[in-house]
């Protein structure tokens, strides 16, 4: 079945530490995306690939990284510099350049810092 | 001002009520729009999408006003299960960054 996949589900990472989430989608999708979510709050985008080998920073980048060397695979590094990384982390993927195409979204990272 | 602005609620809905929401966008490249729903602690999942002729899915209504720039949902005989964060979302035609708002909360009482 065609889909997208985060792993892992729970992660715990201790202060000072990077740390990188995967993200894969078996959908033949050209853009994938990166967002946060924390209690409450809505959805803020990290950061976007639309081809492969290219990326855009969203709204809240900073501490972030992240990689497109294939069109399957998009992981974001939470690197140390991110102050407040616990969140609830959502991957998801679509093809923009066809009109109303709906994103579709894995079912998300939880991260802790412990 | 935010890409994508919506009341967050909540809203507290009697069981078989009529309930709307609205959502604005100030990016005039703003060319798709949908609608999602999260449950708790899940993932979001598309309820539908919005057309600017409108459309209709159901008891679901979604409408779509480019000149005002906002898009609006309307749930008809609202059930218990439609209980849940309703998210707005703009994808922009230029660069093909998708924004979401950030959600409105529906509760339906029994």
């Known amino acids: 079945d065609g889909g997208i996949t985060q792993s892992p589900k729970y992660l715990f990472r201790k202060e000072g530490q990077n740390v990188t989430l995967s993200c894969e989608q078996n959908l033949n999708h050209d853009a994938m995306y990166w967002y946060r979510q924390d209690p409450g709050q809505g959805l803020r985008l990290i950061y976007y690939s639309q081809i492969v080998n290219d990326f855009q920073k969203g709204d809240i980048a900073e501490g972030y990284s992240v990689s497109r060397e294939k069109k399957e695979s998009f992981p974001l590094t939470v690197t140390s510099a991110q102050k407040n990384p616990t969140a609830f982390y959502l991957c998801?993927?679509?093809?923009?350049?066809?009109?109303?195409?709906?994103?579709?979204f894995g079912q998300g990272t939880r991260l802790t810092v412990v | 001002r935010k890409e994508v602005e919506q009341d967050p609620g909540p809203f507290n809905v009697p069981e078989g009520a009529t309930v709307a929401f609205n959502c604005t966008y100030s990016?005039?490249?703003?060319?798709?729009f949908f609608w999602y729903r999260q449950d708790c602690r899940k993932e979001p999942k598309l309820l539908m999408s919005?057309?600017?002729s409108g459309n209709e899915d159901g008891r679901f209504t979604a409408q779509l006003n480019r000149a005002s720039q906002y898009i609006s949902l309307l749930i008809r005989d609202s059930k218990l299960s439609d209980s849940a964060t309703y998210l707005c979302?703009?994808?922009?035609?230029?660069?093909?960054?998708?924004?979401f708002g950030t959600g409105t909360r529906l509760t339906i009482i029994p």
């Open positions: 990016n005039s490249a703003s060319q798709s």
């Open positions: 998801a993927s679509s093809t923009p350049r066809r009109m109303n195409t709906e994103a579709f």
């Open positions: 979302v703009a994808l922009n035609g230029g660069n093909e960054k998708l924004t």
């Open positions: 919005v057309y600017s």
